[in-house]
Nanobody
Framework: QVQFVESGGGLVQPGGSLRLSCTAS????????IGWFRQAPGKARESVSC????????NYADSVKGRFTTSRDNAKRTVYLQMNDVKPEDRGVYYC????????????????WGKGTLVTVSS
């Protein structure tokens, strides 16, 4: 059974840090580009980052560059999103997804999705 489970969300103060994890089962994580996406209330889903299957190539949305870091450990079947200097506009449900490189830019056509983890930013 394919599962892609996010964890690590919660309440964080502006300027604080949070680390999200996404663990895969039922498919070979190392075969896929992994994307982190987020969706704030009333807004469209947006891409946060895409990391290649090897982990050597990573793209970030301009809004998170310099603050967020994506990494992966294929042996542990896990992908991470380290969120630093969190801002109120970073709030939303964060999803991880597995697919191809082009698909990761928009999220359309990605193969597998997690159910999301909620990040709330408040002082």
């Amino acid at each position: 059974q394919v599962q892609f489970v996010e964890s690590g969300g919660g309440l964080v103060q502006p300027g604080g840090s949070l680390r999200l994890s996404c663990t895969a089962s039922g498919f070979d994580l190392e075969d896929y580009v992994i994307g982190w996406f987020r969706q704030a209330p009333g807004k469209a889903r947006e891409s946060v980052s895409c990391i290649s299957s090897s982990g050597l190539s990573i793209n970030y949305a301009d809004s998170v560059k310099g603050r967020f870091t994506t990494s992966r450990d294929n042996a542990k079947r896990t992908v991470y999103l380290q969120m630093n200097d969190v801002k109120p506009e970073d709030r939303g449900v964060y999803y991880c997804s597995a697919g191809g490189g082009l698909e990761c830019l928009s999220g359309d056509g990605m193969h597998y999705w997690g159910k999301g983890t909620l990040v709330t930013v408040s002082s």
